[in-house]
């Protein structure tokens, strides 16, 4: 027996549908929504506290698994990826230091490259190759800098995996906002250019008890390689020059923010250097020799988006390059050049 259904029970059902589309809309869950094209998250000024799911939440399952594999990546990066690895196609990295080198305890310190919130703030625009570019992509940006190796497969476990922590980091952290404490904090300037010479001094006198009188180090066993195709331990205190330290395409290669980072947090847990002394000693170290990345002159295709301290030409102005390695920086910035690192509002006048 055929079933009837009157105009008045057919608008009924229809309104129905429509106020439940209007729901799953409205909270991301349409079976549509997984047909948009991956949009560039919207910018908002809203800052949400720095807060992050602690590692005992993660359950014995599946995909807690890819995170919990993820986390084990980055606090030991070189035993997975490392240039010594046994298994040849494993080795990505060119040296041996580890993602938490720079990332303190997994990414989750405050205003020392932490990373809580950074997963939602992908995909995003990226002046260093005028493009939109998405969370894999900076991974590899730091694979192929700060780690001077190569870039992981797109769909490769670890990449997967990689991707999985930094999401899970990301947690409390919707996306259009951004967490209180994500990256390192703005700097001022000083009013001379960084000293490499007095740079020099100060890491004899405060850093190279931790990283080497050479700035090349301490490795967690030095020495301790089983056979000569395994990883080695990595490092204790990473390397901040040298052959197995990040090459000068990395981030931390300029100075304004090396000199941030040094000045919020170092010596480790005492950070007792001036704001002059910190931009010397950033100065000297990016002074030494390290690994060189080819083709730098074609980062940042919009001279007018490159860094006030990019230390490698082409440049749109009348500086040269080591007025862009150790500044000063006030007429620069009084020209229209621009810092993420520099309040633009008081840096002019100093």
């Not at 506290?49 to 070189?78: C, H, M, Q």
């Not at 300029?254 to 005492?270: A, G």
């Amino acid at each position: 027996m055929k079933s009837i259904i009157t105009s008045s029970r057919k608008t009924v059902i229809l309104t129905v549908l429509i106020f439940i589309s209007m729901y799953l809309f409205l909270n991301d869950s349409h079976p549509f929504m997984g047909c948009k094209s991956e949009q560039l998250t919207t910018k908002k000024d809203t800052i949400v506290p720095w807060k992050y799911p602690d590692v005992s939440s993660l359950k014995e399952d599946g995909a807690d698994n890819v995170i919990r594999l993820g986390r084990k990546i980055f606090l030991e990066t070189y035993k997975y990826i490392g240039p010594d690895m046994k298994d040849s196609s494993k080795r990505f990295l060119g040296n041996n230091m580890d993602c938490q080198n720079c990332h303190f305890k997994g990414g989750t310190v405050k205003y020392v490259l932490g990373l809580v919130g950074t997963y939602s703030n992908y995909p995003a625009f990226d002046a260093r190759s005028d493009k939109i570019i998405s969370i894999k992509e900076r991974i590899n940006q730091c694979m192929t800098r700060s780690m001077n190796g190569k870039p992981l497969p797109e769909d490769s476990e670890e990449m997967s995996a990689l991707t999985a922590y930094l999401k899970w980091l990301s947690t409390d952290v919707p996306k259009g906002t951004r967490a209180e404490g994500n990256g390192v904090p703005k700097i001022d300037l000083i009013k001379r250019a960084a000293d490499p010479v007095n740079g020099k001094l100060v890491f004899a006198r405060n850093c190279m008890t931790c990283h080497a009188e050479n700035g090349y180090g301490v490795l967690n066993d030095p020495g301790n390689v089983v056979v000569a195709a395994d990883s080695l331990n990595g490092y204790d205190f990473p390397p901040v020059m040298g052959p197995d330290s990040y090459n000068d395409g990395a981030g931390t290669y300029r100075l304004l923010t090396s000199t941030s980072f040094i000045y919020s947090k170092m010596p480790y847990n005492d950070a007792v250097l001036s704001l002059e002394d910190s931009y010397d000693v950033a100065a000297y170290i990016n002074s030494q020799p390290r690994p060189k990345k080819e083709n730098l002159d074609k980062d940042y295709p919009n001279l007018k988006l490159k860094p006030v301290d990019a230390p490698f030409p082409p440049y749109d102005d009348k500086f040269t390059d080591i007025q862009h390695k150790y500044g000063p920086y006030q007429q620069m910035l009084k020209d229209g050049e621009s810092s993420k690192m520099i309040d633009p509002n008081t840096a002019v006048n100093k």
